[in-house]
């Protein structure tokens, strides 16, 4: 009985996540060709390209609409069980809400297992590898053109600056400067310096000494080839162009090390580090919370469940955004900064779910449900316009979304 349960419930549940998630990938193609359409034609970009570069792209946007698909699905598959009666009939039968739902639970933490993968291993890389591939194909690209690399490397006190191919073993025309006390105490030039086995090896070049005041200290060595003792590597230079979002945990983890823990750039990196072991877990709060409010839906069809799953995407996402910035500014730890959201929304949802297994819904949605969420988010919009006020978007949006929550919490159920 409870397997036959739990292949119908899970059935309910992918469909309509399956639709979402086409639904969401087809928007943000048809959006993507329509901001830079004009650019592609330009460029004579041909189709078999485009379509490798939304391949390349697929773990990217996989990353950002999973989560909202999830809440979606599942908002709309509960409450049209709980509509049609399906949920009461269950629990009339003895099957608790704990038991329903364990289906959702476990789907969810498969997806966090998911977006951890994705995110990790494929997402850093797509957004990298689909502009070389448009670029690799422009008319206005050099393939064979040098960029300018410019690295500091805070704990060692190293900085590189020469020309190189991105993401290459080589560089050209370098020149490193190791410092001491923010003094120039060494300047080493070379026409090359390639990356071999794991060391530097610098060639046709010159080493030009100075004391503690920056004066020069004996004459200029030259030399044809020499290995340095760099710690640094190219990934690092790589890395060094990159923001946060691009970068695994791994690479970020590395790239955090050439900062000092006491300053502000450490501290923002390491409010990013935990956030990508934190987002994942989005999978299982947006469960928690959605399957409470989605079996106290009696009405409203599909245009409530989208109403609903909005509503609560955008709390839920204003929340994550908020307290990033201020664990970004020092104002919060990292890690609080990082799993505040998904800590506050779980709880939410486990206590609501831990009441839906005494309590039922006594009346359905009202207009008086949605206006003020409604307004709020309309003075939001008048407010940014005016004042550009992003922290005043985001304290009205979470006020609304928390009188919204609290509004249906209460005066809305009664005990069985």
């Not at 709060?285 to 959605?290: F, H, M, W, Y």
């Not at 599909?302 to 909005?310: P, Q």
């Not at 020092?330 to 009441?355: C, D, E, H, K, Q």
């Not at 928390?402 to 209460?410: F, G, K």
């Amino acid at each position: 009985m409870t397997k036959i349960l739990d292949r119908y419930l899970i059935r309910e549940f992918i469909i309509p996540l399956g639709y979402c998630v086409a639904a969401f990938l087809l928007v943000y193609v048809i959006y993507d060709l329509s901001a830079h359409l004009d650019n592609y034609i330009e460029e004579q970009i041909p189709l078999s390209m485009l379509v490798n570069y939304y391949r390349i792209q697929l773990p990217l946007v996989l990353v950002n609409v999973i989560p909202l698909s999830i809440l979606l699905a599942t908002i709309y598959c509960l409450g049209s069980l709980s509509r049609h009666n399906e949920i009461t009939a269950m629990r009339a039968n003895g099957i608790s809400m704990y038991r329903i739902t364990r289906p959702f639970l476990i789907l969810g933490v498969l997806f966090t297992a998911l977006l951890f993968y994705l995110n990790d291993n494929f997402a850093p890389e797509a957004y990298d590898k689909s502009e070389k591939l448009i670029e690799e194909h422009s008319r206005k690209k050099d393939e064979h053109k040098l960029q300018p690399i410019a690295f500091y490397n805070p704990l060692g006190e190293r900085a590189w600056a020469g020309r190189w191919k991105a993401g290459g073993q080589t560089l050209y025309e370098v020149s490193i400067r190791n410092l001491q006390n923010r003094q120039v105490i060494e300047k080493i030039t070379a026409a090359r310096a390639s990356f071999l086995d794991g060391e530097w090896w610098l060639f046709d070049g010159t080493i030009q000494r100075y004391d503690s005041r920056g004066r020069i200290r004996g004459t200029e060595e030259e030399f044809s080839k020499r290995r340095f003792a760099f710690n640094e590597k190219p990934d690092d230079f790589l890395s060094s162009q990159k923001d946060s979002v691009s970068m695994s945990y791994s690479e970020l983890s590395r790239n955090m090390a050439f900062y000092p823990p006491d300053s502000d750039i450490y501290g923002r990196k390491l409010v990013d580090l935990r956030y990508k072991i934190a987002f994942p877990f989005v999978g299982i709060t947006i469960v928690l919370i959605s399957i409470p409010l989605a079996v106290g839906t009696s009405r409203g069809g599909a245009a409530g469940s989208v109403g609903m799953s909005i509503a609560l995407f955008m709390s839920y996402y204003t929340f994550l955004m908020l307290s990033l910035t201020l664990g970004r500014r020092g104002t919060l730890p990292p890690w609080a900064a990082a799993w505040l959201a998904n800590i506050v929304f779980s709880g939410i949802g486990v206590i609501l779910l831990y009441r839906s297994q005494h309590m039922m819904e006594k009346k359905i949605f009202t207009r008086a449900d949605w206006m003020p969420l409604i307004i709020a988010l309309a003075a939001a919009a008048i407010i940014s316009r005016w004042v550009g006020g992003v922290g005043a978007i985001s304290f009205i949006a979470i006020t609304a979304g928390s009188y919204w929550i609290v509004r249906r919490l209460t005066g809305r159920i009664r005990v069985v």
